[in-house]
Nanobody, 114 residues
Framework: VQLVESGGGLVQAGGSLRLSCAASGKTFTLLTMGWYRQVPGKQRELVASIGGGGHTNYGDSVRGRFTISRDNAKSTAYLQMNRLEPDDSAVYYC?????????WGQGTQVTVSS
């Protein structure tokens, strides 16, 4: 499975961005999709995940501001980020899991200016 992210960039605090993650292959519905983020010197942290059946999970710092979704017909997962804060600045990575196997995208930079 190859994952290709898009949608990162620079935004002012309070603004919005939407990240997309397109997955290759024909087994998208079997994948649990997720978004992680990482800043230099810190561990990569879970932002949000969504199972094949649509069950979602969010990190405490983004719950209520970010929404994860998926379009199985397009083999794409999305992360809608609203009310962005400077602390949301990070490299965001798309993640997919199938059984015990993990797949990662190349990452996309999100920078929120104050």
């Amino acid at each position: 499975v190859q994952l290709v992210e898009s949608g990162g960039g620079l935004v002012q605090a309070g603004g919005s961005l939407r990240l997309s993650c397109a997955a290759s292959g024909k087994t998208f519905t079997l994948l649990t999709m997720g978004w992680y983020r990482q800043v230099p010197g810190k561990q990569r942290e879970l932002v949000a995940s969504i199972g094949g059946g649509g069950h979602t999970n969010y990190g405490d710092s983004v719950r209520g501001r970010f929404t994860i979704s998926r379009d199985n017909a397009k083999s794409t997962a999305y992360l809608q980020m609203n009310r962005l804060e400077p602390d949301d600045s990070a490299v965001y990575y798309c993640h997919a899991q199938r059984g015990a196997t993990d797949f990662w995208g190349q990452g996309t930079q999100v920078t929120v200016s104050s």
